[in-house]
């Protein structure tokens, strides 16, 4: 079966999680051909090779800011991000008929999907979180994403129906055809491994520009008074390095078995609140601090509710202090459900076929 399988390429995160999925359908035998841009194509690149073939699909535009606009300036890019998937679908459209596709699957890419193949949308985030003062819009959210989800076979929910990761994300709806939503389950690119943890913490750095870089500044700036053994990613696919001063190493890039190998090592681990990187961490079922993208609802809204649920401990990007922060962050459980993703791929598989 000849796959077409279009990812969003705002950072890495959703190129992390379909990995697991991909492998699977490359293990069965069929053809996938990937379109995405930016780091997301680099880290598919580095992981899958020449087992894919891959198409470089422009980004839609970013609304990530420095300012605390996010949600203006998003409401302003609307319009240019409902051109990008019109034409999005356009090209879609014409792949389908040049390659004769028999699936598209896509992974936040509202934009690919076909009237004539079997198309699947993977997202975890059917309802915009948006601040306190505008939740009444939030009805409206959900009224956008089902009318963009109108031309999907199936919208494939990547957590529990029950005890989600996601909260009110994917849950709660009130607007959405129960017979076109599937919860598949989380799923990581990673695996629980028996390993001595011997890492007292993981530093990832990820997300969208700008902020990846200012969060990866503060960070280095206060990882010098942390005691112990700390590893740092930069999350940047573009050139695979590895510096170490004292008791810090710092790596640009590494490859799913390497980051796989860290994770199971880390005692505790401290990044972005991205559903990606929160479902990596409950998978391997590790202690995290979670620091949410400035003005980002959704992670904001996930820090908040993963630390109700009593699970992770998390502060905002201007307020956190690592020394005093991360003794708070250890007296938190870890999500209760580990090893996951097999299940979860099983479920996938079952749905597409």
Same mark, same amino acid.
């Given at each position: 079966?000849?796959? %077409?399988?279009?990812?969003?390429?705002?950072?890495?995160?959703?190129?992390?999680?379909?990995?697991?999925?991909?492998?699977?359908?490359?293990?069965?035998?069929?053809?996938?051909?990937?379109?995405?841009?930016?780091?997301?194509?680099?880290?598919?690149?580095?992981? %899958?090779?020449?087992?894919?073939?891959?198409?470089?699909?422009?980004?839609?535009?970013?609304?990530?800011?420095?300012?605390?606009?996010?949600?203006?300036?998003?409401?302003?890019?609307?319009?240019?991000?409902?051109?990008?998937?019109?034409?999005?679908?356009?090209?879609?459209?014409?792949?389908?008929?040049?390659?004769?596709?028999?699936?598209?699957?896509?992974?936040?890419?509202?934009?690919?999907?076909?009237?004539?193949?079997?198309?699947? &949308?993977?997202?975890?985030?059917?309802?915009?979180?948006?601040?306190?003062?505008?939740?009444?819009?939030?009805?409206?959210?959900?009224?956008?994403?089902?009318?963009?989800?109108?031309?999907?076979?199936?919208?494939?929910?990547?957590?529990?129906?029950?005890?989600?990761?996601?909260?009110? &994300?994917?849950?709660?709806?009130?607007?959405?055809?129960?017979?076109?939503?599937?919860?598949?389950?989380?799923?990581?690119?990673?695996?629980?491994?028996?390993?001595?943890?011997?890492?007292?913490?993981?530093?990832?750095?990820?997300?969208?520009?700008?902020?990846?870089?200012?969060?990866?500044?503060?960070?280095?700036?206060?990882?010098?008074?942390?005691?112990?053994?700390?590893?740092?990613?930069?999350?940047?696919?573009?050139?695979?390095?590895?510096?170490?001063?004292?008791?810090?190493?710092?790596?640009?890039?590494?490859?799913?078995?390497?980051?796989?190998?860290?994770?199971?090592?880390?005692?505790?681990?401290?990044?972005?609140?991205?559903?990606?990187?929160?479902?990596?961490?409950?998978?391997?079922?590790?202690?995290?601090?979670?620091?949410?993208?400035?003005?980002?609802?959704?992670?904001?809204?996930?820090?908040?509710?993963?630390?109700?649920?009593?699970?992770?401990?998390?502060?905002?990007?201007?307020?956190?202090? &690592?020394?005093?922060?991360?003794?708070?962050?250890?007296?938190?459980?870890?999500?209760?459900?580990?090893?996951?993703?097999?299940?979860?791929?099983?479920?996938?598989?079952?749905?597409?076929?």
């Amino acid at each position: 079966m000849k796959v %077409l399988f279009g990812l969003c390429a705002w950072g890495i995160g959703h190129a992390t999680r379909s990995l697991p999925l991909i492998k699977k359908l490359i293990s069965e035998g069929n053809e996938v051909t990937i379109a995405t841009s930016g780091r997301a194509l680099r880290l598919l690149k580095n992981e %899958l090779g020449k087992q894919v073939k891959y198409i470089t699909f422009p980004a839609f535009p970013n609304p990530y800011t420095h300012t605390k606009f996010f949600v203006l300036k998003f409401s302003l890019y609307l319009p240019s991000i409902i051109a990008a998937i019109s034409r999005e679908r356009l090209k879609v459209s014409k792949l389908v008929s040049k390659y004769g596709y028999d699936m598209i699957i896509s992974d936040h890419a509202y934009g690919f999907n076909s009237k004539k193949i079997p198309s699947y &949308l993977i997202i975890h985030q059917i309802r915009f979180i948006l601040p306190r003062k505008l939740r009444k819009v939030e009805t409206f959210t959900e009224t956008f994403n089902k009318l963009i989800t109108q031309g999907f076979s199936k919208v494939l929910i990547l957590d529990f129906e029950k005890k989600g990761l996601s909260g009110d &994300l994917s849950h709660n709806l009130n607007l959405f055809n129960k017979k076109k939503i599937c919860y598949m389950g989380p799923t990581s690119s990673f695996e629980r491994k028996s390993v001595k943890k011997d890492i007292d913490y993981l530093i990832s750095i990820s997300g969208p520009e700008p902020q990846r870089t200012i969060f990866e500044e503060k960070v280095l700036e206060q990882i010098q008074y942390l005691k112990g053994k700390i590893v740092v990613t930069t999350g940047k696919p573009e050139k695979k390095s590895k510096k170490v001063k004292g008791n810090v190493t710092i790596y640009n890039y590494l490859t799913s078995e390497e980051r796989e190998n860290l994770l199971s090592r880390a005692k505790m681990v401290i990044s972005r609140s991205g559903y990606s990187t929160v479902c990596d961490v409950a998978e391997v079922g590790a202690k995290a601090f979670f620091i949410p993208t400035p003005q980002q609802t959704e992670q904001e809204y996930l820090a908040k509710y993963l630390e109700e649920k009593g699970w992770f401990y998390s502060k905002s990007q201007a307020d956190f202090n &690592l020394v005093k922060d991360l003794k708070k962050a250890e007296k938190f459980s870890s999500y209760p459900k580990k090893d996951f993703t097999r299940k979860s791929v099983k479920t996938f598989m079952k749905i597409i076929k």
